[in-house]
């Protein structure tokens, strides 16, 4: 069985400048090396190192990287400036690469056209279909093809009547409850779920517990954190709807002894991309100064690490995610969570391993307790550590594999 795995062209797939879905794309390359299940091809955007990294690491996945060239990127850059004079930086940044993702839908198109595969998967982008409808591609697959839902669609782009002859992939039950009207007439048995899951092996705190020990010494050293501190960590990107500002302000009440509050993560994984947002956390932070550390991004392979010298995570999402991997990660690294009930989160995480919150006016005040219960009550959070790391268990690579296997076969 060829299958080809199609991505939006905003970030590469091996996954080096970040990017869940792009993780979760490479985990599939990933099983497959081992398991030999289906020909995989991966349609990305081009990226130096990420080539460097299929070619080390994926002998037995085809990359199609596609180059866009400097006319595109010049484009895009003039359009990001306009937009960014016009529109005062608010939207500004989906103009970044606009013309790219132009550029990777066409060039795509024609892939599918002139290759012939068994199944096509389109990773999370309802743009994507574009790919189908261009030279009657949806025609040639029709039956075949597939949409992996890691968030709310949004809009159809001209492509209602392609997209209702879709089987969805969809990252949790929420996503598939939540479809917009256009999407309704698919057939209930097309809609389907492969949970999300992480490496939890690369995760987990089972290694010998010297080197995990030295290890969390190196990062704690490197941040200046002393050995008797707790660290309180948040993982993602510096967005509103991930609730870093509501974590400052609680952080900034709890008022904590002997703790430390680490923010890992960037705007817009490792684009370099500022926002006035991020100026204001750090305006929040100043007068904790000494309390808080940002760390900027962080590439994913060394995600395991940070969360290794962390006591307690916390993933305060303010909108309805649907499936977030930090969440998983957090567990996996046996770490109990603070988060709230949003969109897919409780089919992820339980009461056992977890406080779940109610996005509501008192969100801060609830972070605020929770962080407190856990920094102090060193039983509570223990007990909790475990049920995490267990519950992780069932979220792991190799069921991810089979379960796209199957779902992807009927």
Request: with cysteine; charged share 25%; net charge positive.
């Amino acid at each position: 069985m060829k299958v080809a795995i199609v991505t939006a062209g905003t970030l590469p797939v091996p996954a080096v400048k970040g990017g869940a879905v792009e993780a979760l794309v490479e985990n599939l390359a990933k099983e497959n090396e081992k398991y030999r299940q289906f020909e995989l091809v991966i349609i990305s955007i081009f990226d130096h190192e990420a080539e460097k990294v299929a070619r080390k690491k994926y002998p037995h996945t085809r990359f199609v990287f596609i180059r866009p060239g400097a006319l595109v990127e010049a484009l895009d850059k003039a359009t990001y400036f306009l937009a960014n004079r016009l529109l005062k930086k608010r939207g500004a940044a989906s103009y970044r690469n606009l013309f790219r993702r132009l550029y990777v839908l066409h060039q795509t198109t024609r892939i599918l056209a002139k290759e012939t595969f068994d199944k096509v998967v389109l990773e999370n982008s309802a743009t994507l279909f574009r790919t189908l409808k261009g030279k009657h591609n949806y025609k040639k697959y029709e039956g075949n093809y597939y949409f992996h839902i890691h968030n709310a669609v949004t809009g159809s782009y001209g492509c209602a009547n392609i997209i209702k002859g879709c089987k969805t992939l969809a990252v949790s039950d929420y996503i598939n409850r939540t479809l917009p009207d256009f999407m309704h007439a698919i057939p209930e048995q097309n809609l389907r779920v492969v949970p999300n899951a992480v490496d939890t092996e690369r995760f987990s705190k089972n290694e010998s517990v010297a080197l995990s020990q030295n290890k969390d010494m190196r990062l704690r050293e490197k941040y200046h954190i002393q050995r008797d501190e707790k660290v309180i960590l948040f993982t993602g990107r510096l967005t509103q709807e991930k609730g870093v500002k509501e974590l400052l302000l609680a952080f900034r009440q709890a008022k904590l002894p002997k703790t430390k509050l680490v923010i890992a993560g960037a705007v817009f994984f490792g684009s370099g991309i500022a926002s006035d947002f991020e100026s204001e956390l750090r305006e929040i932070a100043e007068p904790m100064n000494e309390s808080i550390i940002f760390t900027g991004f962080i590439s994913y392979d060394q995600m395991p690490e940070i969360y290794r010298m962390a006591d307690l995570a916390v993933i305060p999402s303010m909108w309805n995610d649907p499936a977030p991997l930090t969440v998983i990660e957090a567990m996996a690294s046996g770490l109990p969570l603070i988060t709230t009930l949003s969109g897919g989160i409780p089919e992820y995480v339980k009461a056992d391993c977890a406080f779940l919150f109610p996005r509501d006016e008192r969100i801060i005040v609830n972070l605020t307790w929770a962080m407190r219960e856990l920094v102090m009550n060193d039983e509570r959070r223990l007990l909790m550590s475990k049920v995490s790391r267990a519950r992780s268990k069932k979220m792991n690579l190799d069921r991810y594999y089979a379960t796209f296997i199957k779902e992807i076969s009927s």
